[in-house]
């Protein structure tokens, strides 16, 4: 325990679309996954490890939408190119085992998970439809509204990549690999992502949001973590990344003093663990890549 841990007691509410509905990982990994990445499991990160052989790529695909109601016709509305291209550069960076799907599809509820036996990161549409909803109950201005849905549904998708990481290369992680993947999502945004902070923090939102809809009993057993929790942790790494910059976060109140003491430490080992692991499944770059921009 650290100094100045302590309970949350708003840590109430967790939303039933999320915790309960939504798959996140389908399935545990089959033994014929793990017997083909035994060269991933016998590499030990920072260790002259062979180069791992790249054999795959993202795949992205799209599945028309049955309903088409809102800007969610587009998973990323007014820039449709950004999303190809965030794939393409990904693939100029990622070494993977296999080819991995990414696709945005319909599905029977709001939903978002990476399959382990397909090899395949699901984002249903329905899923962008409720953070249309879920936003529009707080940001009025269209555009702003816009923002909000593309920044949660690319913290989504860098989460469910996460666990198709995780699940390629047999990546270990201690403790939930849910706050794992949810730490990659920030950290890509901060690091990768043009105005990637703000898209972090406006991912976060999301959770708030979804833990004052007073709907659903709290899952304490669930594989993720309270979606207060989910809020506070993400903040807490957009913080500590920049202190300068986002003082006002602990000065008007959103992140409470006792847990932004911890927010620079908490970033620089969470950067530095995830530097680690994914390391050797990144190809360098030959030069500077600038930031994506998403939105
Ligand atoms: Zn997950």
């Not at 509305?77 to 393409?88: D, F, V, Y």
């Not at 594989?223 to 807490?236: A, K």
């Not at 006002?248 to 950067?271: H, I, M, Q, W």
Request: negative net charge.
């Amino acid at each position: 325990m650290r100094k100045g841990d302590r309970s949350w007691q708003t840590i109430l509410i967790i939303s039933v679309v999320i915790s309960a509905s939504s798959g996140c990982r389908q399935g545990s990994p089959t033994p014929q996954n793990v017997s083909t990445n035994q060269t991933a499991n016998s590499q030990t990160p920072g260790t002259d490890a062979q180069v791992p052989e790249d054999k795959g790529d993202l795949r992205l695909r799209y599945q028309a939408r049955k309903d088409t109601i809102s800007a969610t016709a587009h998973p990323v509305g007014s820039n449709p190119q950004a999303l190809e291209k965030l794939i393409s550069e990904l693939n100029q960076r990622l070494i993977l085992p296999f080819d991995m799907n990414v696709s945005f599809e319909d599905c029977q509820q709001p939903d978002a998970y990476y399959d382990p036996e397909t090899h395949q990161v699901t984002l249903c549409y329905q899923l962008i439809d409720e953070y249309y909803d879920l936003f529009a109950k707080k940001i009025k201005d269209k555009a702003k509204l816009d923002d909000a849905v593309r920044a949660a549904t690319a913290a989504t998708f860098f989460h469910e990549l996460g666990h198709g990481l995780v699940d390629a290369w047999k990546i270990p992680t201690t403790g939930r690999e849910e706050d794992a993947v949810d730490q990659l999502s920030t950290l890509v945004l901060i690091e990768r992502i043009d105005d990637g902070e703000q898209m972090a923090l406006d991912g976060a939102l999301s959770f708030k949001l979804y833990a004052g809809l007073d709907k659903g009993e709290k899952i304490f057993w669930d594989e993720h973590s309270l979606d207060e929790q989910r809020f506070f942790d993400t903040i807490c790494l957009v913080y500590g990344h920049d202190e300068e910059k986002f003082a006002y976060l602990v000065e008007n109140g959103t992140l409470p003093e006792e847990r932004a003491a911890f927010c620079t430490e908490d970033y620089d080992k969470v950067s530095h663990a995830w530097r680690q692991l994914l390391g050797p499944y990144l190809k360098q770059p030959t030069e500077p890549r600038p930031k994506l921009k998403l939105r």
